[in-house]
C-alpha cells in the first residue's frame, strides 16, 4: 500500500513543530503558509488525532501524540536523507540537501559567491541559506536546524561544536569623512575612549566588541546601539559617532551614500577567526564534505569573497 502521508508532508509538520507557526515555518522552508495548513491537516486526518492545539495569540503547541509523532517524523526524514548519502558514496554526482547558516553580517559579502556558487556547481544539490546572529546558528546547529555555518570562533563553548578557522580578521575602526579622526590613518583604543561610539549590539558580537576595551581598562561612551549592519553604518557616516568592525566592505560608503574612513587599530587586540562550524554528532556526508573543500578554496588569509584587503604598508 502507498504511504499515505508524504515525505514533504513530514518535512511540513516538522518545521512547524520547530517554530510553533505555520507563518514562521513557511518562511524557513520556503513555501506558502496554506501549504503547509493543508499538510498538517491531512496528517492529523490519516492518523486521527489532533498533532496540535491551537492557540489564538500564541500559535500552535504540540498536544503529547504530537511530540511522539514528531520524533518519528524527524526519523524518518533522517533515514530519507541517508539514501542520497548512500547514492552519492557511489555516484561522482552530488545531490541531497544542505542548509546552510550564515553570520548576518558576513551573509551579504560571503553568501552570493560562496554558498550560491557552490549551488550552480551541483545543481543537485538542495541547498537553503539562512541568516542569524552567532547565538541563533549555534542553537540551530545544536537542534540540527542547519548542517553548517559560516560563522566566528565567537561564543564557542561546551565542546560539542567542531570549528575550522579558514581566515583572520582583525578588528578596525570606522569614522565618517567629517569626523576629527578621519585623517589618522590609524587609531589607538585610548583616543576612541574618549569620542561616542554606536555599538553593533548583536548577541555575543556585542560582548566581543566591549571586550577589546574591558582588555584595556577602558570604556566606551556609547552613544547608540544597533542590531543592523546597514544602520551601523549609516550611523558612523552621519557622526554620530565610530564604530568597530571586523568585516571589511569594498565598499566604503553607507546605503545613504557618505562615505566611511577605516583606521587601523593600533595595538595587540583579539581577533575573531571566520571559518565554517558544525554540530560534532552530524554525520558529514559527501555534499557537506565537498562544501567544506569549495569554502577552503575561496577562503584564506588575506582572502575572503566580498571583502578588502590591505596590502602591507597601506591601511585598511
Same mark, same amino acid.
Given at each position: 500500500?502507498?504511504?499515505?502521508?508524504?515525505?514533504?508532508?513530514?518535512?511540513?509538520?516538522?518545521?512547524?513543530?520547530?517554530?510553533?507557526?505555520?507563518?514562521?515555518?513557511?518562511?524557513?522552508?520556503?513555501?506558502?503558509?496554506?501549504?503547509?495548513?493543508?499538510?498538517?491537516?491531512?496528517?492529523?486526518?490519516?492518523?486521527?488525532?489532533?498533532?496540535?492545539?491551537?492557540?489564538?495569540?500564541?500559535?500552535?503547541?504540540?498536544?503529547?501524540?504530537g511530540q511522539q509523532v514528531q520524533d518519528q517524523a524527524q526519523r524518518m526524514l533522517d533515514m530519507s536523507e541517508q539514501l542520497y548519502a548512500v547514492a552519492n558514496d557511489a555516484s561522482a554526482t552530488l545531490g541531497g540537501a544542505l542548509r546552510i547558516g550564515c553570520f548576518v553580517t558576513l551573509a551579504p559579502l560571503v553568501a552570493p559567491e560562496l554558498c550560491q556558487g557552490f549551488a550552480r556547481q551541483n545543481p543537485h544539490v538542495r541547498l537553503t541559506q539562512t541568516e542569524d546572529h552567532q547565538e541563533g546558528l549555534l542553537k540551530k546547529l545544536?537542534?540540527?536546524?542547519?548542517?553548517?555555518?559560516?560563522?566566528?570562533?565567537?561564543?564557542?563553548?561546551?565542546?560539542?561544536?567542531?570549528?575550522?578557522?579558514?581566515?583572520?580578521?582583525?578588528?578596525?575602526?570606522?569614522?565618517?569623512?567629517?569626523?576629527?579622526?578621519?585623517? +589618522?590613518?590609524?587609531?589607538?583604543?585610548?583616543?576612541?575612549?574618549?569620542?561616542?561610539?554606536?555599538?553593533?549590539?548583536?548577541?555575543?558580537?556585542?560582548?566581543?566588541?566591549?571586550?577589546?576595551?574591558?582588555?584595556?581598562?577602558?570604556?566606551?561612551?556609547?552613544?547608540?546601539?544597533?542590531?543592523?549592519?546597514?544602520?551601523?553604518?549609516? #550611523?558612523?557616516?552621519?557622526?554620530?559617532?565610530? +564604530?568597530?568592525?571586523?568585516?571589511?566592505?569594498?565598499?566604503?560608503?553607507? #546605503?545613504?551614500?557618505?562615505?566611511?574612513?577605516?583606521?587601523?587599530?593600533?595595538?595587540? $587586540?583579539?581577533?575573531?577567526? #571566520? @571559518?565554517?562550524?558544525?554540530?560534532? @554528532? $552530524?554525520?558529514? @556526508?559527501?555534499?557537506?564534505?565537498?562544501?567544506?573543500?569549495?569554502?577552503?578554496?575561496?577562503? @584564506?588569509?588575506?582572502?575572503?569573497?566580498?571583502?578588502?584587503?590591505?596590502?602591507?604598508?597601506?591601511?585598511?
Amino acid at each position: 500500500m502507498p504511504s499515505r502521508i508524504s515525505l514533504r508532508q513530514l518535512e511540513y509538520f516538522v518545521a512547524v513543530c520547530k517554530v510553533g507557526s505555520i507563518a514562521t515555518a513557511a518562511q524557513t522552508i520556503p513555501v506558502s503558509p496554506s501549504a503547509i495548513s493543508a499538510a498538517v491537516a491531512h496528517m492529523e486526518r490519516e492518523l486521527a488525532t489532533q498533532l496540535f492545539v491551537r492557540h489564538p495569540v500564541q500559535g500552535l503547541s504540540l498536544t503529547p501524540v504530537g511530540q511522539q509523532v514528531q520524533d518519528q517524523a524527524q526519523r524518518m526524514l533522517d533515514m530519507s536523507e541517508q539514501l542520497y548519502a548512500v547514492a552519492n558514496d557511489a555516484s561522482a554526482t552530488l545531490g541531497g540537501a544542505l542548509r546552510i547558516g550564515c553570520f548576518v553580517t558576513l551573509a551579504p559579502l560571503v553568501a552570493p559567491e560562496l554558498c550560491q556558487g557552490f549551488a550552480r556547481q551541483n545543481p543537485h544539490v538542495r541547498l537553503t541559506q539562512t541568516e542569524d546572529h552567532q547565538e541563533g546558528l549555534l542553537k540551530k546547529l545544536r537542534h540540527a536546524e542547519i548542517d553548517i555555518a559560516i560563522t566566528y570562533d565567537m561564543g564557542i563553548t561546551g565542546g560539542d561544536i567542531a570549528f575550522e578557522p579558514l581566515a583572520t580578521l582583525p578588528p578596525y575602526a570606522i569614522v565618517g569623512a567629517a569626523h576629527a579622526l578621519a585623517a +589618522c590613518g590609524e587609531v589607538t583604543l585610548q583616543e576612541l575612549a574618549g569620542w561616542a561610539m554606536v555599538l553593533l549590539d548583536l548577541p555575543v558580537s556585542g560582548d566581543y566588541f566591549l571586550s577589546l576595551f574591558q582588555a584595556a581598562g577602558l570604556v566606551p561612551q556609547i552613544a547608540a546601539t544597533t542590531t543592523s549592519q546597514d544602520v551601523l553604518r549609516s #550611523l558612523v557616516a552621519n557622526d554620530i559617532g565610530y +564604530c568597530l568592525a571586523n568585516v571589511r566592505p569594498k565598499a566604503l560608503v553607507a #546605503l545613504d551614500g557618505r562615505a566611511l574612513v577605516p583606521l587601523a587599530l593600533v595595538g595587540e $587586540h583579539r581577533a575573531l577567526k #571566520l @571559518g565554517l562550524a558544525w554540530y560534532k @554528532g $552530524h554525520n558529514m @556526508g559527501k555534499v557537506m564534505h565537498a562544501f567544506c573543500e569549495h569554502s577552503r578554496a575561496l577562503i @584564506g588569509e588575506g582572502q575572503v569573497p566580498g571583502m578588502s584587503f590591505a596590502r602591507s604598508g597601506e591601511q585598511p
